[in-house]
């Protein structure tokens, strides 16, 4: 039985029942690049007539090229990190202890968590007993908060 508190006291209105329920669903944000590109003019058209150099303006200038920085060839490691929707890692900071040890959590890791653990521990210069691998859930856990060190040494590797 429904006690009366919890019973509806009358039917909902027409209103209720025809509004549609919105979900929000988290969007990916892209950034735009907003330089223009330059377009060359077709090969039929005549280009525009240039200036010689002496009745330049000394005030014009040219535009800057604007070059892709060489990226290194990408070297095969054996472990991969993702990200979660948001585009983010799941690197998180807790509290252990009555909150006197601090410990950064390393979630999402796959393949070889040793290399990672090893290449890990010299990026942040601490020692092995600082670092320690669960095999079980394949988390990373390091002593003291670090997570925006261990973030920042993610994105230089390239995840």
Known sequence: MIWRALRPTAAPTASVILTPIRFVLPVRTRTFSTSTAETNPPADTPAAPTLSSSSASPFTQSAPSITSPQQ?????????????????FSVYHRKKAGGNLKVTLLKRAEGNLQALKHDLKEALQLRDADVSVNSVTKHIMVRGHRRDEIVHFLRTMGF
Not at 72 to 88: E, G, I, M, R, T
């Open 72 to 88: 290194a060839p990408k070297v095969q490691l054996p472990y991969f990190v993702s990200k979660n929707n948001l585009d983010n």
